[in-house]
């Protein structure tokens, strides 16, 4: 799929497929819109503040006014077909960028030359460099630009590990961009509002301008091009094609970020920005080969799964070799997925039926009901391996879910399913101890988006809390305690009678049971009952947790031959283990939890700060292998404090920060924290 250059040179042809991506507010909803308004797609350019976009259309998105989920959305340009991936940019949300990006054939990075958002920025090229994405960026909102193009190089380019290269100059007029000069074509533009930008003479001062820009340019591009760098050093004019194809080329293999800039609110730079994806960006030929694609059979990679619609589960899927259409059986890389039933092209919440899809189309496939966000879903006869696992980013903050009524259990069941099926960066736990649903997510407005589609789309009620901390409790004395269970009332009687030696035992050891009884003075077969009885008593120890560590020894009883039973003896067992403990000592043990958290440099200091302010253990700092101008800080923290540490660990950081834990022990909790903790415990019973 190659097609003559409007320049000369060869461009790619074909379905692309985009990601526009970029620190949070930048404007790529905005831009998405603009896109969609200058190629057609859409009557009319609608506004985020105006809830008129076509991203961010979903309730919870409309709600917060801030993409908590992508949209995607396919529209025509000039013969072929583009479908652009508008990715949230909020670090909360980040997993739907990074499980669209292994699909794309090129990501617009739409940007700010704004220090603040520099960190943000990095972390995005950061993903598109590591996944060798072609990437353009979009220097967007220059009606507000207040620095020198140059200075916002400056400033943008330390986020980038690949040198940026400037595509365009603005023009300025009484302190406004007004305009652009294009430096490989050598053209001056005046900009017009929502319409295509007209052609001016390029002359005076803006021709010595473009000049000295294009100059740059050509070095940067001649670092990888000996024959375009001997030109320049002997003064020769390079023939435009040659620097066309070298813009292309350097692209492409991501040695170089070519930099465009534009209005997005205005419709301003974005017929040009569309014109450098129309010559320049590579196809899914390109795209199929970095991902490693085997074989010819119909193949595709799932960009998202949406269960939360109304229309029925959607998968948003690339399509690496076609035809893929109604009625074909796919098969992730570990099961069937499923038939499709309609294929459908999206203009983000609309959906069109269409036919099948051919190679780099991004289409919706309805009904596959296994197909799972970042899934490789083939037809062949062998499954294709999975094209790319992007692991989400470890889990940082909770919460608990319950249904408000038991009835929907089974029903919330199955909605936390669908949600992690859509969403992978949402992590369940289970806990059987506290009968929680625990809910991991990436920050408080992830899990509250997550919470609200759980109402919304799925309908079920439900309640939310703190989820508990896993306290538990042991002893730090032995004691021997008899425990004696009678009753005479009416017919039967009920008769157990055991002496249980009670001791600690070293930390992690658990439950120890011993029967040292002689002599039968406590037949054999009432002895599991003893221990269940012993076993049922520890859950709740006289502080009210799970007690462990011990080891409870059964070393005298008696027994009745009528009145005994198994029922008695566990009573017997349970009233000497709630009578024998409190004598033990008994004390909390909270768990502790080995914190890495990752920040800027500068940042290390304040980390500091804030682990020590949370009872945490400093074990010392590193810098983050890999991640130039980054530190990894390690300590060791009760998971008390763990709850909400990713909020005071954003915010300072430009929300770029964060960490990941793992269980390392438990500790004893004495003094004021742990009587509060045990009031609390008391109160809440
Ligand atoms: N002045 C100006 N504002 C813009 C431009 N593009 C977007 N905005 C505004 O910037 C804010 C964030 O835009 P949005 O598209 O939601 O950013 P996103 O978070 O990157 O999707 C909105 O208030 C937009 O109206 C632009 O080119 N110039
Ligand atoms: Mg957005």
């Known amino acids: 799929m190659a097609a003559a250059n409007g320049n000369g040179g060869t461009r790619a042809s074909g379905p692309r497929c985009i990601a526009l991506v970029g620190p949070f507010q930048s404007g790529k909803t905005t831009l998405l819109e603009a896109i969609l308004a200058r190629t057609g797609a859409i009557q009319r350019q609608g506004t985020v503040e105006a809830g008129t976009s076509v991203g961010d259309a979903s309730k919870e998105a409309r709600h917060h006014k801030m993409s908590v989920e992508l949209t995607v959305a396919t529209t025509e340009f000039m013969g072929d077909s583009y479908t652009f991936i508008d990715c949230p940019g909020s670090v909360e949300f980040i997993h739907d960028m990074r499980a669209a990006l292994p699909a794309v054939d090129a990501a617009v990075v739409v940007c700010e030359a704004d220090e603040k958002k520099m960190p943000q920025l990095q972390l995005i090229l950061r993903e598109l460099e590591d996944l060798n994405i072609p990437r353009f960026l979009f220097l967007n909102k220059i009606d507000k630009a207040d620095t020198k193009v140059l200075e916002a190089l400056q400033i943008l380019q330390p986020a980038s590990r690949k040198p940026l290269v400037l595509r365009q100059i603005p023009i300025w007029k009484n302190e406004i961009v007004t305009g652009f000069v294009d430096l490989a074509l050598e053209r001056a533009h005046v900009y017009k509002e929502h319409a295509a930008s007209e052609v001016i003479p390029l002359e005076g001062d803006s021709l010595e301008q473009e000049k000295t820009a294009r100059f740059s340019m050509l070095e940067k591009l001649a670092d990888h091009d000996d024959e375009l760098m001997e030109q320049l050093l002997e003064d020769i004019p390079p023939p435009r094609d040659k620097v066309f194809d070298d813009l292309a080329k350097e692209l492409r293999d991501g040695i170089v970020v070519p930099v465009l800039m534009g209005v997005a609110i205005r419709t301003n730079g974005v017929l040009r920005l569309l014109k450098a994806l129309r010559h320049e960006a590579p196809n899914v030929t390109a795209t199929a080969k ?66 099948p899809a051919a190679a780099g189309e991004t289409v919706a496939l309805g009904k596959l009901e296994y197909a799972k966000t970042g899934d490789t879903l083939s037809a062949g006869k062998q499954a294709h391996p999975a094209l790319s696992k992007i692991e989400p980013h470890p889990a940082v903050l909770a919460i608990s879910v319950s249904a408000k009524e038991r009835k929907d259990d089974v029903k919330l069941g199955q909605a936390l399913h669908k949600l992690v099926d859509e969403d992978p960066s949402i992590h369940l736990v289970h806990n059987a101890e506290t009968h929680e649903v625990v809910m991991w997510g990436q920050g408080e407005m992830h899990l509250r988006v997550a919470a609200e589609k759980l109402a919304g789309h799925f309908g079920v009620a ?98 009745h031959t009528v009145d005994s039973s198994d029922m008695a003896f566990q009573t017997a067992a349970r009233i000497g283990i709630v009578e024998g403990l409190p004598q033990c000592q008994p004390v909390l043990l909270e768990p502790i939890h080995l914190v890495e958290i990752v920040c800027p440099t500068e940042a290390t200091a304040k980390m500091n700060a804030i682990l020590s302010g949370r009872r945490g253990q400093i074990l010392g700092f590193d810098t983050r292998e890999g991640w130039d101008g980054w530190d990894v800080v390690r300590a060791k923290m009760p998971e008390s404090e763990i709850g909400d540490l990713i909020i005071e660990v954003r915010s300072a950081t430009a929300g770029v920060g964060s960490f990941a834990f793992k269980f390392d022990h438990m500790a004893e909790l004495t003094g004021k924290t742990a009587d509060q903790i045990v009031s609390a415990r008391r109160a809440a019973e």
């Open 462 to 559: 439900i309640g939310t809390g703190r989820p508990s901390v896993g306290y538990n409790e042991t002893i730090k004395k032995s004691v021997q305690i008899r425990g004696r269970h009678r009753k005479q009332s009416g017919g039967h009687g009920q008769f157990g009678d055991v002496v249980l030696d009670i001791k600690p035992l070293p930390r992690s050891s658990g439950f120890k049971f011993e029967d040292k009884i002689t002599g039968g003075v406590v037949p054999r077969n009432y002895i599991p009952s003893v221990e269940e009885g012993v076993i049922n008593a520890l859950k709740h120890g006289p502080l009210g947790f799970q007690v462990v560590d011990v080891s409870v020894a059964l070393v005298d009883g008696s027994y």
């Open 290 to 355: 970095r991902l490693g694609v085997k074989g010819e059979e119909p193949l595709a990679y799932v960009i998202k799964t949406l269960s939360s619609g109304h229309a029925g589960k959607m998968s948003i899927a690339r399509v690496l070799n076609g035809p893929i259409g109604d009625g074909v059986t796919l098969a992730t890389s570990e099961r069937e997925a499923g038939r499709v039933s309609g294929t459908f092209k999206l203009v983000g919440q609309t959906s069109e039926k269409r036919g």
